[in-house]
C-alpha cells in the first residue's frame, strides 16, 4: 500500500500525474464532484442561514467507499482537485466525505501538469481555502433556489416541463432582444460608389466614395457628372504604423476564436481543452487571467529565437480587464513552448495549434506597416474619391498568428501601386450599387460568450454550460435558414457610358446562429414581466462581484443569501397567486366562414393556430404550426392555409395519399409509410404527381442493394451519415470505402465486421433473464433489458458482476412505472 494519496478529479489527469509521482505514491480520480443537493427537493435552509443539505450522489457511493478505504491506509491524503471554486469544493466535499484527519490531509494546486509544476505543488502544500468554497456554495445555493422556486410558476403560468436559471435566463433574454430588434428593422436602401484607377504606369487600384447617396436618382446624377472628367491624385499620405497581437487566450477568448477559426462550439472547445490540460500539453483552461509566468514567458523567449531571430522577440506583460479574475493566475498557454504542434487527435491537434500560436505571438515583436491613405479628385465635381493601402515592412508576429474577427463586412486592405501627388489617373469605371442597411446580427455562440463577458455575466467554467443549457431547453436553437433572394440595381459608367443592370443576392441567413423559440421568446417575457430584477443584467453582473467578494473573504455568502431571498420569495409567491396565465397569444383576425377569431398561441404539444374561443357555442378549431413558422411572425393567410391539412392527394398502388405537416417537417403519407418532403418544399405546393415521384425515390433508395444470409441489404444517409441496413442492424459507411460504388466483399466487411464488434463489447449475456451487460462509450458499462438501459460508473469492474448484482442495480436505478390514473366520472342524476 503507498504511503501517499494523491485524490484528483479525473481520471485522465490521474494518468498523466501518476508518471510524476515515485512508487510511495498512489494517484485516484473522484469522477467529478462527490456531493451534490439532493435532486427531489430544495436541499437548503431558507428558514435559517440557507446551509445546504449536501449529500453522495448514488453513483459515486462505490467511489467514495474505495477512497475512504485507501485513505484509512495511506499516512497521507494530497487533495489535488483543480485550483478553481468548483476544484475547491470537490476537495472540501473529499475531506468532509472521507472524514480526512487535517493533519494527515494536504491541499495543493497547480496551473499545469508537468513534472516541475507537481513537485513544486508537493512541496508547497496549503489549507483548504474555505473562502473560495464559499463562494462556490453561493452560486450553487442561489441558482439552486432561482431554478426550484421559478420552475414551479412556470408549470403554472406558461407550460409544464419549463424550468429557469439565473445565467440561463439572462442569456436567453439576450438573444430575444436581438431577435426583436431584427424583427423591428427597417431596411433602407441607399447606392455606394466604387471605381477602380489606373496609375500612369497601368497599374490598377480600387476606391470609393465617402458618402453614399439615398436615391437612385441622386447615384444616376452623380455619375453623369463624371463623364468627361480628368482625375488626379489630390493628396498623398503616407505614415508608418504598427500592430501589436493579442494577449494570450482566457477561456472566453479561446471559446471565441475556436468558433471562428475551427467552427467548434463553445462545448467542443471546452471538452478538446479539458484532454488537452489533463495530458499536461496546456495550462489550466478555466481562466480570466491573461498573465503569463516569468518562467513561461522566458521560456517564449528562448523558442522565438531559436525558430525566428532575436528580433522577432518582445516579451512583454498583459493586463486583463476583469475585476476579481478567476483563481487561475495564468492565461492560456502550452506547457512546453518547443512543441509547435501536438502528434494527438485532430481536434485537439487543432485547437492545440491555435493555443500555441497565440501563446507565443503574444511574446513576439510587433508587425510594421506602411499605410497609405490617397485622395482623387475630379475635374468636373468637388466629391473626392479615396483609397487605402497597407504595406507590411516587417511581418513579426504576424509570422505566426492573425487574429479573427467576428465583423462579417471587414474589408481587407491590400497594397496600392506607386503614385506621387498631381499625377494623372485614369479611370477605368465607376459603379453605384444599391446596397441595403443590414440588420443587427444574430449572436453565435462565441459572440455570445463575448456579450456576457462584456455585461460581466458568468464565468469561465459557466459559459459553456450556460449555451449548452439554453439549447437543451429548446429555448433557443441553431438557425437553419440559408436566406432568401433579393434583387438590387447596379448603375455602371464607363468608358463615358452609363449601363444599368439588376442583380440578385442572398440576405438574412442565420444558419448556424441562435435564434429564439416560440417557448423561449414566451418564456422571457413572462420573466421579464413578473421578475424584471433577477432577469436585469446590471443585478446578473453584480451578483457574480458578490461571488468574487466572497471569494476574496470580503463578503458573508449566508448574509448575501438572506439579503436576496427576502425579496425574491414574496415575488414568487405573489406571481404564483395573481399572475395571468401567459401563451404567447397573437389575435390575426377572423375565420371568413364563422366569423370567428382566429390566433395563434402556444398550446399544450406545441405552438398552434386556433379558429374559435372556450367562450364559443362550438368547440374551436386548432391546426399546428409547422417547425419553420413562428407565433410572433406567422400571417393570417399562411395561418387559414395550415387548416386545409391534411390535403387528400389521391391513391397510389392501391393506397391513399395525403401531405400533411409534422413535428419534424413536411411529409407525404403513403398506406402506413411517411415520405419526408425535399427542405424547402410547402406542404400545401404538393400535388399527386409530385409525390408519387417522392414515393419511388424513396422505394428506390430502399430497394436492396445486396443480399447476406438470405436477408437484404439497403443503403442510405442518415444524420450520422452514409449507413447500410441489414438485419435490422444500421452500420455506419466510413469513408475509407466508395459510397457509390460499394462491393459486395464491402458490404459483406462491414456487417461482419459490426456483428464481431457487438459481439466483443457484450461482457455478459444472461439470455434467459433478458439481461445483458455491454460496454460503451468512454470506457463505461451499460446494463440493458428490454428498453431500460442503466449507465454504470466508471468504477465499477463490469467483468465481476453477477446476475444477482445486475438485478439489484435494476432494482434500485430503473426507472418505476406510474400506476395510470383513473378518470372518475360523474352521473348525471
Partial sequence: MAKNLVIVESPAKAKTIEKFLGKDFKVESSFGHISDLPSKELGVDVEGDFKPKYEVSRDKKAVVKKLKDLAKNSDMVWLASDEDREGEAIAWHLAEALNLDKAKTKRIVFHEITKSAIQKAIENPRDIDYHLVDAQQAR??????????????????????????????????????REREIQEFSSVASFR?????????GQSFKAKLPKTFSTQKEAYKFLESNINATFKVA?????PAKKSPAAPFTTSTLQQEASRKLYFSVSKTMTMAQRLYESGLITYMRTDSVNLSDEARNAAKKEIESAFGSKYSKPRNYKGKSKGAQEAHEAIRPTDFSLHSADIDRDQARLYDLIWKRAIASQMSEAELERTNVKISASTHKDQFTAYGEVITFDGFLKVYMEGSDDEDVEQEGMLPAMKTNETLHNNYI???????????RYTEASLVKQLEELGIGRPSTYAPTISTIQNRNYVEKGSVEGVERNYTQITLKKGHLKEKVLTEKYGSDKGKLVPTDIGMIVTDFLVTHFEHILDYNFTAKVEEDFDDIAEGKEDWTKMMKNFYKEFHPQVEHVQENADRESGERVLGSDPKTGKQVSVRLGKFGPMVQIGTVDDDEKPQFASLSPDQQLNTITYEEAMDLFQL???LGTYKGEALEVNNGRFGPYVKYGSKFVSLPKGVDALSVELEDAIDLIKEKEEADAPIYTYKKLPVQKGKGRFG??????????????????????????????????????DKVVHNWEEEGIRVEKARWGRHNILKGK???ELDKSVDATKLTLEKVKSIIEEKAPKKKASKKKTVAKKK
Fill in 646 to 648: 391534411p390535403k387528400s
Fill in 431 to 441: 459603379t453605384a450599387t444599391e446596397r441595403y442597411a443590414r440588420p443587427p446580427y
Fill in 140 to 177: 450553487r445555493v442561489l441558482d439552486r433556489i432561482v431554478g426550484y422556486e421559478l420552475s414551479p410558476v412556470l408549470w403554472r403560468k406558461v407550460k409544464g416541463g419549463l424550468s429557469a436559471g439565473r445565467v440561463q435566463s439572462v442569456s436567453v433574454r439576450l438573444i430575444v432582444e
Fill in 235 to 239: 493628396d498623398l499620405e503616407k505614415k
Fill in 722 to 759: 452514409p449507413f447500410i441496413k441489414w438485419n435490422n442492424m444500421f452500420i455506419n459507411v466510413s469513408s475509407k470505402y466508395d459510397w457509390d460504388d460499394l462491393s459486395n466483399d464491402d458490404i459483406v466487411e462491414l456487417i461482419e465486421t459490426k456483428i464481431q464488434k457487438d459481439i
Fill in 788 to 790: 431500460t438501459k442503466i
Fill in 193 to 201: 460608389i466604387d471605381a477602380e484607377f489606373s496609375n500612369e504606369a
